[in-house]
């Protein structure tokens, strides 16, 4: 008699609750493929009266998601409840301790604790899937563990926020302003009643410092991430980048560079004719960049609650295949420091918009200082200011219009001289002058 | 001290020599991931004396396949001869029965013999690693085997040609026809000298039955594959398809139906705004659309030396890193008998293209075998012809028009018998009508 893999679930929200629902569906095909059932044996959730569509009866309940992570019938605790402490921390923590795998959708969590964690599961012999915490159903986390294994990765990047996405996306195809398409969004329920945690970035940025780690096979350091939100994007910049042949998207981009591996979220400028430029809506999408593969992109469902237990599921049925997996790829004491490359010192191409002022030598006063600071020019836009314009944070005098630059490849340093130069001048531009990197894609 | 994975290598061509050098170049990498290096012990190749940029003295050679599968020395046999029997079939055979693994870039083999050789690898206690062998270097083969588990997939489909891929974005962008196409894809290396196999869509057919078996647990039955190649595709197609918001490209797809499973591999409408309608050139394309994740796809480089090396390279790190997966995603005792859906019972929508002779009462005809079959008209479209259209197989009279119907869904057998009755009508239409199958997509 074979044993089913028993499954400590702690967390009964929506995620939690499709990993029951999957279970029980498929749980003939499950044992098919692992030569074993799995079977959820005990639970924990906030609520233990809510109505999740199944009768909670058969699990063994526990008010504290540590008890379950210590119940000793459980052979692998699954958390999917969410925050970088906490609970989450403790019940993931007691696992580790006990030597049972950790199947976690969680990755704040793993942002803050993941290298650390993954060290002492090696240690202990426990585990950590986290093919959940990543893009949702997209199989990306196991791509830059397992398939990737015959290549130095020089860059991957990805959509990863699918909150952002669909506001950006309803920007464009509307021509709505992004405090419109937020509100829409919390209505949808794409985003949260505070988008804060979406909407600035640093949900990207925390699933960033999981594929960093696993593509470079360097230490977890979130931290180092030069995080910028898309909140400040206008539909101005939109159209500006659609009549010069881009797409913004708010993508999460590391990328070895001589100076260190980058980490940077930011609104970005990418070609329309990327595969990146092409995906819309909630959809998210990562691209990875092999000197031997070339690129492979990965494109699916990001959220929602089937879409990310299919990724739990995906991460059980190895455990209960008795297939133990390096949480990032590779034995944790192997994890390489991780070298910030200096954020100044990016090289890449930039999209600056000003209100110029109309008035003799303003222009001549910006394209001074960009060859000051050795910036040279691909094109530059003069175009009539739009109703719906204005410049943000100040007030904008009638007279001034917008002016776009784009610049050939320059640095991050370059450029902000320069910006900071321009403003300095009173007279010649009004209101902040937008900035946004281009990123240069195949 | 830790054993070195040693690996027999049988093949020295373009992905054999990609494995030598993707070994050399990530050897320390591949350690670290793996726990231990990776080092190519035993070499066999149709010559020896080929410069392939690398020392051939530091392996051992064997003139025969089968001697490398049975050098004692070796832990792991990598096949990448190709031909799906002769020599690789005996030298697969010989691994298995030593109980090795096996690591195959060999999509003919694995179409044939694919049950056979898991069933007995399950037996001998190897396996059989084959990523390489579907879609180059996209981790679809680890995607269906692993990532999909806790769904149910109903449909498996995509580009897996791009021979045939590159000659149709050709065709779409430059207006040509076949066979210019396919003398520049034959020019640049991207087509063989004899190019049946490719563009009569049999490589397309091996890598579904592949596909087939890991998504739906069925043993591989190439045989039963309705196979149509693109030779008889011409740009008044392409241009059809254009105007009508649809490109064509070949593909393969599996899915569930309620009498069975159907493959087919034929040129397809699909709506330009579908993810694998912009997959271009030679590139590979795979899609999964599975009951939990919703739809998710992998776009990427589906050949050449490095990218399939890649693969290979991804295989090796599961052996050495002791993963052992089952082929096809469960013991092969577990695959169930392939129960194919007949052909005849396709549902779906179809384009239609006829030369209708300038006459009255000729697209009534038409309309009326339509109607008589139950087949009803999404749209129909009545163009003047180009001075290249001309009726495939038949003289064409100068009067006659083209006439292209979309049908809603209806099923393969109904549009057969309706166009061979129209066929019978001799005074309708010139020469033979055309006939290309939608694939519904999101």
């Not at 692992?34 to 199944?54: E, K, L, N, Q, T």
């Not at 999981?210 to 995080?227: K, P, Q, Y």
Request: aromatic residues 4%; hydrophobic residues 45%.
């Amino acid at each position: 008699m074979v044993q089913p893999l028993k499954v400590g679930l702690a967390g009964l929200g929506t995620v939690g609750s499709a990993v029951v629902r999957l279970i029980d569906r498929h749980a003939d095909e499950l044992t098919d493929r692992c030569g074993r059932p799995i079977v959820v044996s005990a639970v924990s959730a906030r609520s233990r009266g809510r109505d999740r569509g199944f009768d909670l009866s058969r699990f063994r309940w526990h008010d504290d998601p540590v008890a379950v992570a210590n119940d000793p019938e459980i052979d692998v605790l699954v958390e999917v409840m969410g925050g970088e402490g906490g609970a989450a921390e403790a019940a993931v923590a007691a696992a580790i301790e006990r030597g049972i795998p950790v199947v976690t959708a969680n990755k704040a969590l793993l942002a803050r604790h993941g290298t650390r964690f993954a060290r002492r599961a090696d240690e202990t012999g426990s585990s950590i899937g986290f093919e959940a915490a990543v893009a949702g159903g997209i199989p990306i986390v196991r791509t830059l563990r397992e398939a990737i294994a015959g290549n130095a990765v020089s860059r991957v990047y990805g959509i990863l926020n699918g909150t952002c996405n669909y506001i950006l996306t309803r920007m464009e195809r509307e021509g709505l302003d992004f405090a419109a398409c937020l509100a829409e969004a919390q209505r949808l329920g794409y985003a949260e009643a505070d988008p804060t945690f979406d909407v600035e970035g640093f949900d990207t940025a925390h699933k960033l410092a999981l594929l960093t780690s696993l593509a470079f096979g360097t230490e977890v350091d979130a931290a180092a991430i030069h995080v910028e939100g898309i909140s400040a994007i206008t539909p101005a910049d939109i159209e500006a980048a659609d009549e010069l042949g881009y797409r913004i998207k708010l993508l999460g981009v590391a990328s070895r560079t001589e100076g260190g591996i980058e980490q940077r979220v930011h609104p970005t400028m990418v070609p329309k004719s990327s595969a990146i430029a092409r995906v819309d809506g909630v959809l998210n999408a990562v691209a990875v960049d092999g000197d031997a593969v070339g690129e492979i992109v990965l494109v699916g469902p990001g959220a929602g609650g089937d879409a990310t237990a299919s990724s739990v599921l995906a991460d059980l049925a190895d455990v209960a295949s008795g297939r133990r997996l390096s949480a990032f790829g590779r034995p944790a004491a192997r994890l390489k420091p991780y070298q910030a490359a200096r954020m100044k010192k990016h090289a890449g191409g930039y999209y600056l918009r000003f209100l110029v002022h109309d008035r003799p030598g303003a222009f001549a006063a910006i394209a001074s200082h960009m060859a000051a600071h050795g910036i040279s020019l691909e094109s530059i836009v003069q175009r009539r200011r739009a109703p719906h314009e204005d410049a943000p944070g100040a007030a904008t005098p009638a007279d001034a219009q917008p002016i776009i630059l784009i610049t050939y490849e320059t640095t991050e340093s370059a450029v902000r001289a320069a910006l900071e130069a321009i403003e300095n001048e009173q007279t010649v531009i009004a209101g902040r002058p937008r900035m946004i990197r281009i990123e240069k894609l195949a």
